[in-house]
């Protein structure tokens, strides 16, 4: 027990917060009798004090609460539920588990945690995880600013945090790599690459034990806070530092005019199914924050082992909550919602029309002039994509990914559905109704091929995973043009790097938001495995030192990128084919102007349109035959008697294949040009008057 001073304290503010002289702790216990406070002196105390709350004074409603004096920041801290007003089915208290607060700011794995052990009943305090008490007022934001790119001009660049200079590669000494610090070390090849935001892979804590004996957890969809920043990925190691330290990554990414956004997960926790860990929200009140079947047993529309019951008014709370502290306190740009179809769920997981969660989200004065990105799907087949509730929801665009691949593979029928992706999408996303940037387009994520394998396998190999090839998608749309994996055949290869860069021309001038994925710029392989969720290895890791079509990819996409991105130094005085598409009636095309062929066999489109910011005729065609193909150029609409210049053409060598931004475009003075087999070209004509 203890003898501290103590004082009921209030729930104003969940979690623990310094106040006066000492810190007030508050946390939801609507079916706790009493309430256990447990202060470790150390990551190893196995005989914490213990402070007993079961006096009215400390129970406010659904709440527990205590101020206690003479506890500061750093202090350690876990609760238990000491008795429960009910053990219905569906519950899980056990009154020797310590359990880890919701609204804890930062979590501490030590040495001897063991997540096997905490899913056994009986105490756990001598490998539980923990909570520590932290103290945000003081932090020196300096003049940051948000940089608020709209999302008309943004590249997104999906990354993960480890995995960007966890290679030997990134040259940065040991204590750096794979850290905050370490991303705030490389922000100059990111403003050099062009990108506008990073979409930083899940840095709420995670639990790096929840895999596959003999592996760990890399990708950090295993959530067991929504508070506290992964303290791995810290290069300090005192129990604040951490929050310090993605700070400092924050504000320098921000003076650098690189956004931040977070992939947040909150539609399961690392707790898993009923037989996993008892680490938090199952010990305080399983039915709240999780979704139960007819027989209180999980549900698992994560494919994770449990589901997030974001419709219960508490976990609802806890999911504002976190976002208005990252954003508030941590000063992020947006958030990339992971599974975000299970939030429209209800507590029995059954879809809603008009979920409150999502309502709430896209509503928040708070969040109001932050970036929402939708992975508007779920686990247990629920499909959003296009029917999100409310306005301010992107999503990403699956359809888009799935068609650009099919049409750049080669399968026959695409034409008319590649055109669609092209503009925006407007058989999902209706333009009366929704803006052109609805759409985020992608062809490659996290989860999946990378663009290298996308054109250098058929099918996936996962078998390190240690799951007999059985895990990752089978649908992957790819093709290795001839040979499985790595090869030395020079044309194989060169037909690989030209794919690849048809890949990124289109997913740059489509309308909508594009994002790239970590090192497809410089062609990064995970040899084949589209699901390295367990590969903390090389394998997942960016190489800094990309070989020779690796080099040569980068400084295509740094100079493509240049005319998409906001680049402060620049005016705004370049084309935007994507503006064009947005803006202007569009006419199709085929070999010959004005004669699309829309049929079964068609394995080519053109496309003309007018850039009205700019002045500027702009022609783009998009050869996906296996031949060389000579197209007649239609005239320029708005300079009829102007030529064509090439912007770019994937079928040239370099530095042929593209001309960078304010440098002379090269004039093509026929009515015919010569495009390659499997290339992308595009083309402009500027008025006279420019």
């Known amino acids: 027990m203890t003898t501290r001073k103590l004082s009921a304290g209030h729930c104003r503010q969940l979690g623990a917060t310094p106040e006066g002289h000492g810190t007030n702790f508050a946390i939801w216990g609507r079916l706790a009798k009493s309430m256990e406070l447990l202060l470790f002196s150390s990551e190893k105390d196995e005989h914490p004090e213990v ?3 079961k006096e009215q004074e400390y129970h406010s409603g659904y709440y527990w609460h205590v101020h206690v004096s003479g506890v500061n920041a750093g202090q350690l801290y876990a609760w238990r539920v000491k008795e429960a007003l009910s053990n219905r089915p569906g519950t899980h208290f056990d009154p020797e588990k310590a359990l880890l607060d919701p609204y804890g700011r930062r979590i501490v794995l030590s040495e001897n945690y063991d997540r096997q052990l905490s899913a056994k009943s009986g105490s756990n305090l001598h490998c539980c995880a923990k909570n520590v008490v932290t103290d945000l007022r003081h932090y020196d934001w300096e003049d940051d600013h948000y940089p608020r790119h709209p999302l008309s001009r943004s590249v997104i660049y999906e990354m993960h945090v480890r995995g960007f200079t966890q290679d030997p590669s990134s040259g ?31 840095i709420f804590q995670f639990d790096p034990q929840d895999a596959r004996p003999g592996k760990s957890n ?10 506290a920043p992964h303290a791995e990925y810290a290069s300090v190691g005192s129990h604040l530092g951490v929050l310090d330290e993605f700070r400092d990554m924050v504000k320098a990414l921000h003076k650098a005019n690189i956004e931040v956004i977070l992939d947040v997960v909150y539609n399961h926790t690392a707790e898993g199914g009923d037989d996993g860990p008892v680490l938090c929200f199952r010990g305080l009140d399983n039915d709240a924050f999780y979704t139960l079947d007819e027989n209180y047993h999980s549900t698992n529309y994560s494919g994770c082992g449990n589901t997030l019951d ?60 932050t970036k929402l ?16 509730v409310g306005d301010r929801w992107r999503e990403w665009n ?23 992706r092209l503009i925006g999408s407007p058989d999902i996303y209706h333009p009366e109704y929704s803006d052109p940037y609805k759409s985020l387009n992608f062809i490659a994520c996290h989860d999946g091929f990378t663009l290298w394998d996308l054109v250098s396998y058929n099918r996936k190999h996962n078998e390190a995973n240690g799951e007999d090839n059985r895990d990752g998608s089978n ?30 021309v289109i997913n740059l001038m489509s309308v909508g938001t594009p994002m790239i994925q970590m090192g497809d710029e410089t062609l990064r392989t995970q040899r084949g495995n589209n699901n390295v969720y367990c590969q903390d290895n090389p394998i997942s890791w960016l190489n800094w030192q990309p070989e020779l079509y690796g080099r040569e990819m980068l400084r295509f996409v740094t100079e493509l990128l240049r005319y998409r991105a906001v680049l402060k130094e620049e005016p705004r005085s370049f084309f935007s084919l994507e503006q064009a598409l947005e803006n202007a009636t569009i006419d199709w095309h085929g070999v010959q102007p004005f004669q699309p062929d829309w049929s079964e066999n068609s394995h080519v489109l053109g496309l003309s349109a007018y850039d009205p910011t700019h002045d ?15 197209v007649t150029l239609p005239p320029p609409a708005h300079s009829p008697h102007g030529h064509w210049k090439r912007v770019c053409d994937t079928g040239l060598l370099p530095p042929a294949d593209i001309t960078p931004l304010g440098c002379d475009y090269a004039e093509i003075l026929s009515s015919e040009y010569k495009t390659a087999s499997r290339s992308v070209v595009v083309l402009i004509c500027q008025n006279h008057s420019q």
């Open 475 to 504: 649908d992957n749309y790819s093709w290795n043009h001839g040979v499985e994996g790595p090869t030395g055949d020079a044309k194989i290869n060169a037909l690989r790097l030209r794919q690849a860069k048809n890949f990124f």
């Open 310 to 369: 974001a419709s219960h008014p508490m976990t609802k709370k806890m999911i504002t909550d976190s976002l208005r502290f990252w954003r508030e306190e941590m000063h992020v740009d947006g958030f990339r919602f992971d599974l975000a179809a299970i939030l429209s769920r209800d507590g029995y997981g059954q879809p809603m029309n008009d979920p409150p969660t999502i309502r709430t989200i896209d509503g928040d004065y708070s969040l109001a002039d």
């Open 373 to 388: 990105f939708a992975e508007a799907w779920d686990a247990g087949g629920l499909y959003l994509v296009g029917r999100m």
């Open 398 to 420: 699956g359809r888009f990914r799935d068609d650009v691949r099919r049409f750049i593979k080669g399968d026959n029928g695409m034409v008319s559905a590649f055109a669609t």
């Open 218 to 227: 890399y990708w950090g969809y295993s959530p067991i806070g929504f508070f």
């Open 616 to 630: 500027v005729d702009v022609y783009a065609f998009f050869n996906a035959w296996w031949e060389p193909l000579t």
């Open 172 to 202: 940065l000494p040991d204590y750096l790599r794979g850290t905050y610090a370490g991303v705030i070390e490389k922000i100059p090849y990111l403003q050099e690459l062009g990108i506008t935001a990073v979409e930083l892979l899940p």
């Open 51 to 53: 402070i007993l709350l």
